[in-house]
């Protein structure tokens, strides 16, 4: 991945700042976005604590959901680093409530972070991998998309969504230098995952049969060798990373 530039949606986060590292492991130039409520400080400290171990991240603020923003990003992004190699679409959230609980705007809010945002960032990244014929998307999808969770009707279908974009545009641009696939995380250690109630996580522990959760680093990996030039071969596929908690 020497010198190719690659983007990390969400990069700040659990699993995304594993991701950006791993990225910058094997050569890669690494932007990532933030949104953290527009929490510039925040986002100066994690760069700060990043730097101090070596690592130099660009960092770009952006809202996602809006298709302008992703435009005016990814203008920013060859601008400054001279192209766009690699995308990682990892930015998402959650809003857990039983559908009978759930209010339109946490429905709007996930469905918008979670797959809109995909559509606004590849949309516009695309057109420097095409002029190119190169390039690695990798999606971020979970396996609640493809086994569905209790409480998660707009989470599991923000990320079932993803499957189908993924498969899509695999078939539009495989001619062109450009793979697109699709990572699929079980219950991984991150902040996300420490929100659901204690009792109701060791419950979803026990149906994994490694026994445990992931470690962030665990899906980097994977997301690191999609975006590797040796992965040509690899386009529409899902990479399901759950301990084995859902096999099909
Ligand atoms: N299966 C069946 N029944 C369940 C259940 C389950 N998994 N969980 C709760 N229930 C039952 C309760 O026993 C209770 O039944 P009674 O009414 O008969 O007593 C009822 O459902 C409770 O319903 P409520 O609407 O009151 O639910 P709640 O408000 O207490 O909890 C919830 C809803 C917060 C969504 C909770 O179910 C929950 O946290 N679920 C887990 C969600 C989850 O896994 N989130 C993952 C976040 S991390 C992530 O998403 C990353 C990733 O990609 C994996």
Redesign the pocket.
Known sequence: MKNKVALVTGGMGGIGSHIARYLADHGAVVAVTYFKNGDHSAAEAWLREQKSQGYDFKIYYADLTDFDATEQLIAKIVADLGSLDILVNNA?I?A???L??MTPEHWHKVIDNNLHSIFNVTRNALKPMLDKKYGRIINI?????QKG????TN?CAS?AGIHGFTKALAYEVAKKGVTVNTVS????K?S??E???EA??Q??IKQIPVGRLAEPAEVARAVAFLASEDSGYITGSNFSINGGQHMY
């Open positions: 998402g959650t857990d409530a039983t009978v609980k999808s979970s396996i609640n998309g969770q209790f409480g998660q989470y990320k995380p079980g219950y991984v991150t996300m995952v929100k659901v109630d109701i996580l419950d979803i």
